[in-house]
C-alpha cells in the first residue's frame, strides 16, 4: 500500500477533512450517490491505497458506503454520530480523533513524548 485515500461524499465534507489531514493524503467526493462511471474512476484514482470512506450517518450516507464496501471490500469506516448532522459540521477534534485511532494521523502526545527522550 501506498499511503491512504479518502473518500467522502461531497465537497464540504473534503474542506472539513482537510483542516487537519496532511495534503499527501487524497480526498476524493462522489458527489451523493456515484454511479459506475463515478465509481470506477474511484477505484482508478484509489489503486495501491488503503480506502478510507467517511459518510453521513444518514440513509444515504450508509447507501453510499454500501456501495464503496462493494468496490472496496478492505476499506476502513469511519463514522459520525448522528447528533453531528453530517462529516461537515463534525468537531475537528472528533474526526482527528477518528483518524488517530486508525493510525492516520500521528499521536500529537506521543510526537512528544518521543521528542522529548531525544
Known amino acids: 500500500m501506498d499511503g491512504f485515500f479518502v473518500i467522502?461524499?461531497?465537497?464540504?465534507?473534503?474542506?472539513?477533512?482537510?483542516?487537519f489531514l496532511p495534503e499527501n493524503i487524497p480526498i476524493?467526493?462522489?458527489?451523493?450517490?456515484p454511479g459506475q462511471d463515478r465509481l470506477t474512476r474511484l477505484r482508478w484514482m484509489a489503486r495501491h491505497r488503503q480506502v478510507v470512506v467517511v459518510t453521513d450517518a444518514d440513509a444515504a450516507g450508509r447507501r453510499i458506503r454500501r456501495m464503496?464496501?462493494?468496490?472496496?471490500?478492505?476499506?476502513?469506516?469511519?463514522?459520525?454520530?448522528?447528533?453531528?448532522?453530517?462529516?461537515?459540521?463534525?468537531?475537528?477534534?472528533?474526526?482527528e480523533d477518528r483518524f488517530r485511532?486508525?493510525?492516520?494521523?500521528?499521536?500529537?502526545?506521543?510526537?512528544?513524548?518521543?521528542?522529548s527522550k531525544g
Open 68 to 95: 464503496l464496501k462493494d468496490v472496496f471490500p478492505d476499506a476502513w469506516d469511519i463514522y459520525t454520530k448522528p447528533g453531528f448532522n453530517g462529516v461537515e459540521h463534525t468537531p475537528t477534534e472528533y474526526m
Open 28 to 33: 476524493a467526493m462522489t458527489y451523493g450517490i
Open 8 to 19: 467522502v461524499e461531497g465537497k464540504n465534507d473534503a474542506k472539513r477533512l482537510r483542516k
Open 101 to 115: 485511532r486508525l493510525g492516520i494521523l500521528a499521536d500529537p502526545e506521543a510526537a512528544e513524548d518521543y521528542s
